[in-house]
C-alpha cells in the first residue's frame, strides 16, 4: 500500500525526526537524494553530468535550502550552478553559504540580473520556491521567473503553486518533469500528476503512523484478483447479475457485460433490452429480458444506459431490494439523485460511480477543490461506497482510509469508459471482495487497459474508444498478475 501524507502531518512525523537526529541531517538526506535525482535526470537528458547547467529557484525556508544544498553537492560533481534568489533576505544561510563555498553563484538582486539568459542556459532547473508550507498561485515575481524556463524542472518536494494536501491550482504554477518527494509522499504527487510529472520518494527517517490516503500498488491489484483453484466451479467464481442498456443505448450493454467477463467472473447473467446485442458480442453471457428471471447472482450492476424513467426506477428499486452488493453508475445514479432513500444506508454494499456532474447531482454540490473531503463526506452522509472519477480517482467508504487511483494519463476519458469501469468492478464485488477494495482495484485495472489501448493504436498518440479499452481488460489483469507473482 502507497501512503500520502498531508501537510499536517508530514510536520507532525518531522518534529519526532528532529528530536532524533543532530541538526540539519534530514536537510542534507533530502539534498543528497534531490542531487542524485538530478544528475541521473542530466545523465539521460545530455548524456553527462559534469560540465552542465543547473538553474535553481530559490524562495524562503526550508524548501530553499533543500535546493541550495542540493546545488552545492552537484557543484562538487561538475555542474555549473546558479541560484536565483527570490528572497535573498530569507534564504537559507547555512544551504547558501554551502552552495557559495562549493563555487556555485547566488543571485540576489534580480531586477539587475539578464534572467532570459540565466535560465536559457540551463540544461535543467530546481523548484525550490515554497514547500508543503506555501498555498496558492506563484506569486507575480515567481510566475514570470517560472514562464521563462524551457528546460526541464525539478521540483522539490512539490511542485511550487500547486497545493499539498488537495492538488488544487489557482492561478501560476511549476510543471515539472520531475518531483522529489522527501520523506513521505503527499496528496498533491497523487491528486495533481500533470504538475508533479514522474515521481521521485526519497527517505529521510520520517515513520509516521498509516495515512488516511492510500493507494493499491500494482502487484497488491494482481494479488487479490480471483484465480480459479480445484476445486472451483463457474458459481463460486462469481456470479454478477447486468441491467444496462436501452432501446437507445445499446452498446452500454454490450460494454459492462464484455467488460464483466473479461475481468473473469464466473458467470455473467444480463437482463434487459439489448440481449440479443450483448449475444452477439459476448455468447457465454446469460440473458433474459428482466431483473426477475435472471436467476441467482451475487452481485448486482445497475445503471449504465437504462433510462431514467419510472420503468427504471421500479428496476432499480428491485435491484437495490436485494441484500446482495450493488454497483450503480450513469442513468442509475441519475434516478438516485431523485431518490435517494432508495440507498441511503442500505445494508448490504453499495458501490456508486459518478464523475464530477454525477457528483453534483447526488450531493447538490460540486467536489471543489477539496475532492478528497468531497467524496469522504459523501461516503459517510449516504452510507455508500463512493468511487468519484478522474484522472485520479477516488474511492471512499465511510470508514477506513480513502484511497486513489491515479490513472497515469486522460486516455479513459472516452464515451462508453466508465460502462466498462461498472463491468469490472462488478466482476469483482461478486467474488465477495469487500466494496472499496473492489472498486480500487478495478479503477487501476481500467487505466491499465486504457494505457495498453493508447499504445496499441498509435504509441500512446492517438485517442481510443471505449471498445478498445474493452479489448485490453484481460491484457492488463494479466500485467498485473504478473507484477505480482514477480515481487
Not at 104 to 131: N, P, W
Not at 310 to 336: C, F, H, Y
Not at 430 to 455: K, P, Y
Request: aromatic share 4%.
Amino acid at each position: 500500500m502507497r501512503d500520502y501524507y498531508t501537510a499536517d502531518e508530514v510536520r507532525a512525523a518531522e518534529a519526532v525526526l528532529f528530536e532524533q537526529v543532530a541538526a540539519g541531517v534530514p536537510m542534507y538526506r533530502a539534498a543528497y537524494g534531490l542531487a542524485r535525482v538530478c544528475a541521473a535526470e542530466l545523465r539521460a537528458r545530455t548524456g553527462g553530468v559534469a560540465g552542465r547547467r543547473v538553474c535553481l529557484l530559490v524562495g524562503s525556508g526550508d524548501n530553499g535550502g533543500d535546493a541550495l544544498w542540493a546545488g552545492s553537492i552537484l557543484r562538487r560533481r561538475g555542474v555549473a550552478v546558479t541560484a536565483l534568489l527570490l528572497k535573498p533576505e530569507r534564504a537559507h544561510s547555512e544551504g547558501l553559504a554551502a552552495l557559495r563555498n562549493s563555487g556555485g553563484r547566488a543571485l540576489a538582486d534580480l531586477g539587475s540580473v539578464d534572467l532570459d539568459a540565466a535560465l536559457a542556459e540551463a540544461d535543467l532547473v530546481i523548484d525550490g520556491i515554497v514547500g508543503i508550507s506555501g498555498t496558492g498561485p506563484l506569486r507575480p515575481d515567481a510566475a514570470r521567473i517560472v514562464a521563462g524556463v524551457h528546460a526541464p524542472i525539478v521540483a522539490a518536494d512539490l511542485p511550487s503553486g500547486v497545493d499539498p494536501d488537495t492538488g488544487a491550482v489557482s492561478g501560476p504554477a511549476v510543471r515539472a518533469a520531475v518531483t522529489v518527494g522527501f520523506g513521505a509522499l503527499k496528496p498533491v504527487h497523487a491528486l495533481a500528476a500533470p504538475y508533479c510529472g514522474r515521481v521521485e520518494f526519497v527517505p529521510i527517517g520520517l515513520a509516521p503512523p498509516p495515512a488516511s490516503l492510500q493507494a493499491l500498488e500494482p502487484a497488491e491489484v494482481g494479488a487479490l484478483w480471483p484465480v480459479p483453484d480445484a476445486i472451483d466451479d463457474k458459481y463460486s467464481q462469481g456470479v454478477v447479475g447486468i441491467s444496462a442498456g436501452s432501446a437507445a443505448y445499446p452498446g452500454a450493454a454490450v460494454l459492462c457485460t464484455g467488460a464483466a467477463v473479461a475481468a473473469t467472473s464466473g458467470m455473467v447473467r444480463y437482463a434487459g433490452s439489448g440481449a440479443e446485442q450483448v449475444l452477439a458480442h459476448s455468447p457465454e453471457v446469460v440473458a433474459t429480458g428482466s431483473v426477475a428471471d435472471t436467476g441467482r447472482v451475487q452481485a448486482w450492476i445497475y445503471g449504465p444506459g437504462s433510462g431514467t424513467d419510472d420503468a427504471a426506477l421500479d428496476t432499480l428499486r428491485a435491484v437495490l431490494d436485494s441484500e446482495l452488493p450493488v454497483l450503480v453508475d450513469a442513468d442509475g445514479l441519475t434516478v438516485l439523485a431523485r431518490h435517494p432513500e432508495l440507498v441511503r444506508n442500505r445494508s448490504a454494499p453499495t458501490v456508486l460511480t459518478p464523475h464530477a456532474g454525477e457528483f453534483a447531482r447526488l450531493t447538490g454540490t460540486e467536489p471543489g477543490v477539496d475532492r478528497v473531503g468531497a467524496v469522504r463526506t459523501f461516503a459517510a452522509d449516504w452510507g455508500v461506497t463512493v468511487l468519484l472519477k478522474g484522472r485520479a480517482t477516488l474511492i471512499a467508504s465511510p470508514d477506513g482510509p480513502t484511497l486513489v487511483s491515479e490513472a497515469g494519463g486522460s486516455w479513459a476519458a472516452t464515451a462508453g469508459a466508465g460502462d466498462v469501469l461498472s463491468g469490472i468492478i462488478g466482476a469483482l464485488l461478486s467474488t465477495g471482495i469487500d466494496s472499496r477494495t473492489a472498486a480500487a482495484a478495478g479503477a487501476r485495472a481500467h487505466a491499465l487497459a486504457a494505457n495498453l489501448a493508447a499504445s496499441s493504436a498509435g504509441s500512446g498518440t492517438a485517442p481510443i474508444s471505449a471498445g478498445t479499452l474493452l479489448a485490453q481488460v484481460r491484457a492488463a489483469i494479466a500485467v498485473l498478475r504478473q507484477q505480482a507473482a514477480a515481487r
